[in-house]
């Protein structure tokens, strides 16, 4: 039950980001479910493979290579979901950006509810 209430929140701030940056297009909420769930599984699946395969750069710019694979991530996630789209490596830099930073604040905010 958790996971699920993860991805409709994750789903919610992908539809508000798309609506607050303009190189970030999501037609409509069940795009940005499945894009909740898209970037989840590239997180899960290609991120750790990648960041294997960047070590020594990332170790290189002390960590913010990542930054970079996350954009990419994005990046491949719209080219993935249809009703998703990114404009460029910026727009996904910045959506990536914003959204771990609201995901974390979220994520926050449920482990408390459930503490509670």
Avoid at 41 to 58: A, E, F, G, R, S
Avoid at 66 to 76: E, G, M, P, Q, R
Wanted: proline share 3%; no cysteine.
């Amino acid at each position: 039950m958790k996971l699920i209430i993860k991805i409709l929140l994750s789903a919610i701030v992908v539809m508000f980001l798309a609506y607050l940056l303009p190189g970030v297009r999501v037609h409509n909420y069940l795009s940005a479910v499945i894009v909740a769930l898209v970037i989840g599984v590239l997180n899960t699946i290609v991120k750790p493979i990648l960041i294997v395969l960047t070590l020594p750069i990332t170790i290189l710019t002390l960590g913010f290579f990542l930054l970079v694979i996350n954009a990419f991530i994005i990046l491949f996630a719209g080219k993935l979901v249809d009703g998703f789209g990114v404009d460029g490596f910026w727009w996904a830099l910045i959506f990536s950006l914003l959204l771990s930073v609201l995901q974390s604040m979220l994520n926050s905010a449920l482990n408390e509810e459930i503490e509670e």
